[in-house]
């Protein structure tokens, strides 16, 4: 379990990310009651919330922003298993915080999330929809950046701007626009298909035919839900997992490079250096 803890401009920025070859549950408080928005990144950890004898149930988080008010007796409990790993960043304020946010922001929060700035519960839910791609692209960056010190505060400063930028365009658009939820359902089963199993992925045909869709829609909605291709999609996936193997697994190159399936480690290296800018041995 690594979780980071960073303050910015009056926020709070939580990074959570966890994985596990058998199953956990991580619960967490806030310590005072929040104004919180969860972008919840590449895994598909199950989420429950807690309050006052009540419970709220997310078991597909991948790709969703959840936005909530939460006092200091509300409980996020995060069920972690081999394929739901946890990857969340949480954007957090107070009420007494919001005139000294910084580009208007706290005018932003109030106008499009008013029952969490006036709650009436200990627990307030407010809009949830899943990420548009430029949001994913900002979050999968908060957990791939090498920077530190100063200049890492600058990486995250001019992030957490983009992301909310963002997120509240979204918002902005959505008032207007009827989302279609059971096509996002077949576009999020087939990451889940994909990130399954990375070293042998169906064919395209085969994944349309799993998610039922055809192989047109299948590019078409997945590029416009994640941003990317879906082979560009799995590469990706691939690299970040062979990654994670040799950090924080010690596994050796060739080891890494087969478990996500790359036969040849020259095809591998190469991968890895265009994604990360440098190559697997200087992990």
Known sequence: MNREIIDINDYTILLEEASTDNSLIDSCFFDEPVIAIAFYGAGDVGLNVKFDGKAKEFHHTKGM???????????????????????????????????????????????FLYQLIHPKDHYVEGPVFNMSPEMFQLVE?????????????????????????????????????????????????????????????????????????????????????????????LQNERLKKAYSLIKNEQKTIQEAAWAVGYDSLGSFSNAFEKKFGYRPSQV
């Open 65 to 111: 922003v959840l936005s909530f008010y939460a006092d200091n007796m509300v409980e996020f409990e995060h069920h972690v298993s081999k394929l739901k790993s946890l990857q969340c960043l949480v954007i957090a304020t107070t009420i007494r915080n919001l005139d000294k946010l910084p580009n208007g922001e706290g005018q932003f929060l109030e106008k």
């Open 141 to 233: 960056q908060f957990f791939s950046n090498t920077y530190e010190g100063e200049i890492k505060m600058m990486f995250y400063k001019s992030h957490i701007t983009a992301l909310l930028t963002h997120y509240f365009g979204q918002l902005v658009k959505q008032q207007n626009t009827k989302i279609d939820t059971s096509q996002l359902e077949k576009i999020n089963l087939a990451q889940e298909i994909l990130i399954s199993d990375l070293e042998n992925p169906p064919s395209l045909t085969e994944l349309a035919y799993k998610i039922g869709t055809n192989t047109n829609k299948l590019k078409t909605e997945f590029k416009a839900q994640f941003g990317v291709p879906v082979f560009k999609y």
